[in-house]
């Protein structure tokens, strides 16, 4: 027969353990991707940690196209997830200002400016309403990988290639381009069967989408062409649910610290890429300053910053001095990291 003490014992390990919550994390792209292999799960560990073991992280694949991630939040389906601001066109107007061309700093330096600048500048225009941020993050430059060698703009008049959303829709354009709209995962197929003949994307993809199998060709432009930006988010209402002090601790661990570990991974992610690439022997073509095709991207490319500018007239923002408060942040923060 169980004593008091026994039953009262085991009626408290009974509500400790019952009183653990689990917070499921839905996420997509291959789990070779820096947000699978590295982001996702660390910040599960810190979350863990942070609330001493009440709340436990689980991280769900593929629950859902990639464009849903917000919906599937806000709808309470998933507690947290991320998504590429290029997914929700209309909605999304003001984490672009990280992705115009000629900023020249690491994926680190600019998710941690965007970070900053969204608290500051765009925090109330309320495009994430419906959701706590969590991180804001950027990939590494975007670059052109391709079928086809690409001496100079031209040689990408007319050709199909697959763009994401963001700054990318305005580059394709205005490059002549004929592109064609498809989620990442959808690459490397697009590309062995012939439907497109190359795609804007980080070198990463290199290796985590396994391009160096299809792309033969990769064109590094200096800085890159464009940075593509994300954010990860969580419910509010998950959030309330929880005790405070934990629903803190979990944002504790989250904003510009998880911002600056997700840049990083990904900045990791590309120097494995180009690893990759090379150990395949696909045809790394890395563009000087100076390089005739260097200088036809920067004329390419004027006139983006007043664009985006325009863009966002109905949002209520100083855009202009968000744009270079942004910029001053990220490379006063990458000359910091390389001294």
């Known amino acids: 027969m169980l004593s008091a003490a026994a039953l009262t014992l085991g009626l408290g390990v009974s509500a400790a353990a019952s009183a653990e919550t689990t917070l499921i994390v839905g996420t997509w792209q291959p789990p070779g991707n820096p947000m699978n292999s590295v982001v996702w799960p660390t910040w599960a560990g810190w979350v863990e940690e942070a609330t001493e073991g009440r ?14 991630y917000f919906q599937l939040v806000e709808d309470g389906v998933i507690n947290a997830g991320w998504s590429y601001h290029g997914y ?17 700093v ?9 970070w900053k600048v969204q608290q500051k500048y765009f925090a109330d225009a309320g495009e994430y309403e419906g959701l706590t941020l969590l991180a804001t993050l950027t990939h590494g430059p975007g670059q052109i990988h ?37 989620p990442g995962s959808k690459v ?12 804007f994307m980080p070198i990463t993809e290199q290796k985590s989408l396994r391009l160096h ?7 590094v432009l200096p800085g890159g062409m464009y940075l593509g930006s994300f954010s ?33 991974a990904w900045d990791q992610a590309d120097v494995e890429g180009l690893e990759a690439a090379r150990a395949a022997g696909v045809t790394v073509k890395e563009l000087g300053p100076n390089d005739p095709m260097t200088l036809e991207f920067g004329e390419l490319i004027k006139g983006m910053d007043d664009a985006w500018v325009e863009s966002v007239a109905d949002r209520d923002v100083d855009a202009r001095a968000a744009l270079a408060e942004l910029r001053q942040i990220a490379r006063e923060y990458e000359a910091q990291k390389q001294e």
Request: glycine letters at 10%.
């Open 55 to 68: 709340v436990k992280v689980k991280i769900e694949q593929d629950v859902g196209h990639p464009k849903t």
């Open 88 to 104: 929700g066109p209309g909605r999304f107007k003001l984490p672009v200002a990280v992705e115009l061309p000629g900023l020249n």
């Open 106 to 114: 690491s994926a680190e330096a600019a998710s941690v400016a965007l």
């Open 146 to 182: 391709s079928i086809d060698p690409v001496e100079s703009l031209a040689d990408l008049k007319g050709k199909k290639v697959r763009i994401g959303g963001g700054v990318q829709t305005e580059l394709a354009e205005r490059m002549d381009v004929t592109g064609v709209a498809a």
């Open 188 to 199: 490397y197929e697009m590309m062995q069967q012939g439907v497109i003949d190359g795609v």
């Open 213 to 219: 199998e299809v792309a033969p060709n990769l064109t």
């Open 232 to 264: 990860m988010f969580i419910d509010p209402y998950f959030l309330e649910d929880l005790d405070p002090k934990d629903a803190e601790a979990i944002l504790s661990v989250s904003g510009e610290k998880l911002s600056a570990l997700a840049g990083r």
